[in-house]
Structures are given as structure tokens and as C-alpha cells.
């Protein structure tokens, strides 16, 4: 069941894309929000709106972490392993253990992708697949999310974790690769991808923190967070040319473009699927505002 609770305080380790958009939100309703972030820069940006920001990253220890996670009733992590691991843990393990015996802590978020299920050769995948992920990226990824079971189980955190597949949206989309002029049509058959946008991200979060669930429930939760139409890169770039009234290049096979490629964008284009949201509708009783990337380009446009 659903119930509405009183605003609480979230604590957000890596106020980027998702965290910064999420604590906004949560301000708005009354929420204290804190977290981190690596640069001085951005942290100051964040304060100026509200956020308690603190630096935080392999170089950046938490001063005083038992202060400033004191009253956490909502703990969000979004920061992505690196090669010796997961830092949240790494460094405050000892604390977050601590917040399962806090009797305001009410709930655990992971931030993880949908990456840890691997190729399924354009097939749907679901929270029941078992995870294959095919590179390092994705690796990296379900050794996070096991770090975090482990510590859910021992201290007793109800963890829910989040998969998601490409995000996008203000600032991050194709109509901002258009307009910048770095938008490629690149042409791998067969090739087809989830995406999610950022504001469906949010919202599916903060449904899921205000959501009770069964008191017989397994932990952790597991979510995929998608919208409804799964389709390949070349068809969203073409229709962010076509909002925007230029006409798309001439495609480019994958394996020219590959040969430029960020090893971001390559684990991406090494993997082929549909993800289902099918469990995010209905345990979450989430719905989309924006189910396809024609009505959240549109939107995009228009704002």
C-alpha cells in the first residue's frame, strides 16, 4: 500500500544528472536534502539552492559522516564503481550499516543500469533474467549491486536497486547532439536500446520512497526503470532532426563510428535489448509521463 508520509531528509552520494534533478523536487515538498559531489564548483551551485553538499571521492574522505548523515530517513546512491570498487562502501560502510538501526531510516536506493543483463540479441529482458553483463562497464555494476545486498543483509537496510538503460533529457538528448552538431547517424543493424527520461526517473524514485512495502517482502527490491519503446539510436537522432526542421546525415556504419567512439558509448553499442518496465507499473504502480522518446523530445522542445 501507499502512504503518504512527512517530508524527511535524503542524503544523495553523487548529486549529478539524476540526484540534483531528484533533491530539487524533494526541496520543493519540504525535504532537507544532502550529498556530495566531486567539485567545489558544482557544490557551490547546489548550496545556493538548498542542498547540504559535501566533497566526496577517492581522494575526498567525509569529515565528520556520523553528523552528516544524522536524521537521514532516505540514503540514494548514484555514484558508479571504478576499478577498486564501490567508494560509498568502501569508505563509509561502517556508517551506513549504522542507519539500519536508526528507527526514522525508512529506505535505500542504488543507482545501477541495465547493462548487468548483457546482449540478449534485441530479446526482452526482465528483473528475473539473470544478469550476464558482456563488459567491464556492466561487471563493475553487479559487483556494486552484491556489495550492496551484503551490506543490506547484514545491517538490515531496505535496499531497493535501480537498473536503468540510456538516460536522457534537458541537456542530455539527441536534440542536444543536433543542435551542437555532434549527432551521427550510426547505422548496426539489429541494434536496439532502452531508454529512460530523467524526470520518469525521478518520479519512479520518489514513488517508491513514500511506497510501504509488504512486511513479508524479499530485499532487495529490484527495478527496471523504462519507457515503453525500445528502438535503435538512429531512429530517436533521426527524429530529433526532424522536430528541429534539418535534414540528418548520411548514416555511418558502426564499425567507422566505433573507431571514435568514448568506451562509454561503445559498452552501450555492445549490447542489444528490450528492457520491460511491466514490474515498475505494477508493484510500483508507477506511470510514465514520458512513455516513448517522441513525447519526451517533444517535450523538450516545447519547454
Given at each position: 500500500?501507499?502512504?503518504?508520509?512527512?517530508?524527511?531528509?535524503?542524503?544523495?552520494?553523487?548529486?549529478?544528472?539524476?540526484?540534483?534533478?531528484?533533491?530539487?523536487?524533494?526541496?520543493?515538498?519540504?525535504?532537507?536534502?544532502?550529498?556530495?559531489?566531486?567539485s567545489?564548483e558544482?557544490?557551490?551551485?547546489l548550496?545556493?539552492?538548498?542542498?547540504?553538499?559535501?566533497?566526496?571521492?577517492?581522494?575526498?574522505?567525509?569529515?565528520?559522516?556520523?553528523?552528516?548523515?544524522a536524521?537521514?530517513?532516505?540514503l540514494?546512491?548514484?555514484?558508479?564503481?571504478?576499478?577498486e570498487?564501490?567508494?560509498?562502501?568502501?569508505?563509509?560502510?561502517?556508517?551506513?550499516?549504522?542507519?539500519?538501526?536508526?528507527?526514522?531510516?525508512?529506505?535505500?536506493?542504488?543507482?545501477?543500469?541495465?547493462?548487468?543483463?548483457?546482449?540478449?540479441?534485441?530479446?526482452?529482458?526482465?528483473?528475473?533474467?539473470?544478469?550476464?553483463?558482456?563488459?567491464?562497464?556492466?561487471?563493475?555494476?553487479?559487483?556494486q549491486?552484491e556489495?550492496?545486498?551484503?551490506?543490506?543483509?547484514?545491517?538490515?537496510?531496505?535496499?531497493?536497486?535501480?537498473?536503468?538503460?540510456?538516460?536522457?533529457?534537458?541537456?542530455?538528448?539527441?536534440?542536444?547532439?543536433?543542435?551542437?552538431?555532434?549527432?551521427?547517424?550510426?547505422?548496426?543493424?539489429?541494434?536496439?536500446?532502452?531508454?529512460?527520461?530523467?524526470?520518469?526517473?525521478?518520479?519512479?524514485?520518489?514513488?517508491?520512497?513514500?511506497?510501504?512495502?509488504?512486511?513479508?517482502?524479499?530485499?532487495?527490491?529490484?527495478?527496471?526503470?523504462?519507457?515503453?519503446?525500445?528502438?535503435?539510436?538512429?531512429?530517436?537522432?533521426?527524429?530529433?532532426?526532424?522536430?528541429l526542421?534539418?535534414?540528418?546525415?548520411?548514416?555511418?556504419?558502426?564499425?567507422?563510428?566505433?573507431?571514435?567512439?568514448?568506451?562509454?558509448?561503445?559498452?552501450?553499442?555492445?549490447?542489444?535489448?528490450?528492457?520491460?518496465?511491466?514490474?515498475?507499473?505494477?508493484?510500483?504502480?508507477?506511470?510514465?509521463?514520458?512513455?516513448?522518446?517522441?513525447?519526451?523530445?517533444k517535450?523538450?522542445l516545447?519547454?
Open positions: 500500500m501507499n502512504e503518504r508520509k512527512q517530508p524527511g531528509k535524503l542524503f544523495c552520494f553523487g548529486l549529478g544528472y539524476v540526484g540534483r534533478r531528484l533533491g530539487l523536487k524533494l526541496l520543493a515538498g519540504g525535504w532537507r536534502v544532502a550529498g556530495t559531489t566531486r567545489l558544482k557544490a557551490e551551485a548550496r545556493k539552492h538548498g542542498f547540504e553538499v559535501h566533497l566526496f571521492d577517492r581522494g575526498h574522505h567525509l569529515a565528520d559522516p556520523q553528523r552528516m548523515l536524521g537521514t530517513t532516505h540514494l546512491t548514484t555514484i558508479a564503481p571504478d576499478a570498487g564501490d567508494v560509498v562502501i568502501g569508505q563509509q560502510h561502517e556508517r551506513l550499516a549504522d542507519l539500519g538501526n536508526d528507527e526514522r531510516f525508512r529506505w535505500a536506493g542504488l543507482i545501477s543500469t541495465t547493462g548487468v543483463y548483457g546482449d540478449a540479441q534485441g530479446a526482452w529482458v526482465d528483473e528475473e533474467t539473470p544478469p550476464k553483463p558482456s563488459g567491464e562497464r556492466g561487471r563493475r555494476r553487479l559487483e549491486e556489495a550492496w545486498k551484503r551490506l543490506s543483509r547484514r545491517a538490515g537496510l531496505p535496499l531497493h536497486i535501480f537498473r536503468l538503460p540510456g538516460i536522457y533529457g534537458p541537456g542530455r538528448s539527441a536534440l542536444d547532439q543536433v543542435k551542437s552538431g555532434s549527432a551521427r547517424l550510426i547505422d548496426k543493424p539489429g541494434q536496439v536500446f532502452s531508454r529512460i527520461h530523467v524526470d520518469d526517473i525521478v518520479g519512479a524514485l520518489m514513488v517508491s520512497m513514500e511506497k510501504t512495502r509488504p512486511d513479508d517482502a524479499e530485499w532487495p527490491a529490484l527495478y527496471n526503470i523504462a519507457d515503453d519503446l525500445p528502438a535503435p539510436s538512429s531512429e530517436v537522432t533521426r527524429y530529433a532532426f526532424e522536430l526542421g534539418k535534414t540528418p546525415p548520411a548514416p555511418i556504419p558502426f564499425e567507422e563510428a566505433a573507431k571514435s567512439m568514448s568506451p562509454m558509448a561503445l559498452s552501450f553499442y555492445a549490447d542489444s535489448r528490450r528492457v520491460s518496465n511491466t514490474r515498475m507499473k505494477e508493484e510500483l504502480g508507477y506511470e510514465l509521463i514520458y512513455p516513448d522518446y517522441r513525447s519526451g523530445l517535450a523538450q516545447s519547454s
